[in-house]
């Protein structure tokens, strides 16, 4: 039987497997699972990148253009996080270092996902103060950033424990 780390350092065990074999499946999963969330962030950096062109942008409050900022920035890195791993896998490709790459492109996914999670924060944070200039927009988004929280991490963990035998 082996037993190998998956994408978060925890084991893995497939008794039918290589460790190399391993490292190939969890890098596939691992793919798959950066194709959603690099979509999701391209389309919503290019988005943000288009605000600044136009004629309302002239209008917002310094406030508001520095909530911008902070979000094409975020939205930037976030981008480059989710997109690392495929340059990482390309350029260590053929060295023998599946496994370790497996990790480190985890790792990268990791914190795309922080990132991301902050840079639609900042979207809706920014969006929901120009729509409304409403006291209740905080309350609005610190819901959707509690959503996000719960469906992104709390169940996550909480299904992990729940179904994760020692």
Same mark, same amino acid.
């Given at each position: ?18 460790? !190399? ?7 596939? !999963? ?7 969330? #690099?979509?999701?962030? #391209? ?11 136009? @004629? ?5 409050? #310094? ?21 690392? @791993? ?51 927009? @905080? ?9 996000y929280l719960f469906s992104w991490?709390?169940? @996550? ?9 020692d």
């Open positions: 039987m082996t037993v190998s780390g998956d994408q978060t350092g925890t084991t893995d065990v497939r008794s039918d497997e290589t460790e !190399e074999e391993g490292a190939d499946r969890r890098w596939g !999963e691992l793919i798959q699972e950066i194709r959603v969330a #690099q979509t999701g962030v #391209q389309i919503l950096f290019g988005f943000l990148l288009t605000v600044v062109f136009t @004629p309302r942008y002239a209008q917002l409050a #310094q406030v508001d253009k520095g909530i911008y900022i902070v979000t094409v920035v975020l939205g930037a890195a976030a981008t480059g996080a989710l997109i690392g @791993p495929v340059a990482l896998h390309r350029i260590v490709s053929g060295r023998r270092v599946k496994a370790q790459a497996v990790r480190w492109a985890a790792r990268l996914t990791f914190v795309g996902l922080v990132l991301l999670l902050a840079t639609m924060t900042a979207s809706l944070l920014l969006i929901l103060r120009v729509a409304t200039h409403d006291a209740y927009v @905080p309350w609005l988004v610190a819901g959707v950033v509690a959503w991490l709390v169940l @996550p963990l909480w299904v992990r424990h729940r179904y994760t035998s």
